[in-house]
């Protein structure tokens, strides 16, 4: 995780958050996030970034829509990361 963007973690969060989103659904997310628009040019490619580093699953729902899923690593990951944070961070 330590290798990722800030976006390229948001991504990973939206994708574990949501149940097998598509592009569009997880571009929405992150654009109420951000409230700003997410061009494709930048969502798609660091999807891809996510699936090369084995974080990411991409499966296809047709011919136009693929969905990303979390994988092993993915959620193992986000523990570690979220563990990271928590000695920095107290949320209490």
Do not use: C
Not at 12 to 23: N, R, S
Not at 36 to 46: D, F, T, V
Request: overall charge negative; aromatic content about 10%.
């Amino acid at each position: 995780m330590h290798d990722l963007t800030g976006f390229q973690r948001d991504l990973l969060y939206v994708v574990a958050g949501l149940d097998e989103p598509h592009g569009l659904a997880i571009k929405e997310e992150l654009e109420d996030y951000y409230e700003s628009e997410i061009h494709h040019g930048r969502l798609y490619p660091n999807l891809d970034t996510l699936v090369d580093k084995g974080l990411v699953d991409k499966g296809q729902l047709d011919q136009r829509t693929n969905y990303y899923t979390l994988t092993r690593r993915g959620d193992r990951e986000i523990t570690a990361r979220r563990e990271w944070e928590a000695q920095y961070v107290d949320l209490d």
